[in-house]
């Protein structure tokens, strides 16, 4: 499945049951990361071209499907692993 598809799916599931999409800058997508605890991130959509940052959506479809128990798109990795992952994207 598309990547674009996979993410329509999940962020139509996160529209429905989300009830503050209003602090997400307009380019931007909230995400939801930690294996126990969850963490609340911001990222530029731009991210997801990025094969590293599919592959975190690929593992989270696996995971979850489309049902994010956060309401929110949860990516199943560790905090530190995401920050070092958007630390480098970032420069890029």
């Known amino acids: 499945m598309a990547i674009c598809q996979m993410l329509r799916r999940s962020l139509s599931s996160e529209r429905r049951s989300a009830s503050?999409?209003?602090d997400v800058p307009k380019g931007h997508l909230a995400?939801?990361?930690g294996?126990?605890?969850?963490?609340?991130?911001v990222i530029p959509v731009s991210y997801l071209n990025y094969p590293t940052f599919q592959?975190?959506?690929?593992?989270?479809?696996?995971?979850?499907?489309f049902h994010h128990p956060t309401?929110?798109?949860?990516?199943?990795c560790s905090q530190?692993?995401?920050?070092?992952?958007?630390?480098?994207?970032?420069?890029?």
């Open 71 to 76: 309401g929110g798109l949860t990516i199943p």
């Open 80 to 92: 530190d692993l995401f920050v070092d992952l958007i630390s480098d994207l970032s420069r890029r």
């Open 31 to 33: 995400v939801y990361i």
């Open 35 to 41: 294996e126990n605890e969850k963490k609340r991130f």
């Open 55 to 65: 592959e975190l959506l690929f593992q989270a479809e696996e995971e979850f499907g």
């Open 20 to 22: 503050s999409g209003a």
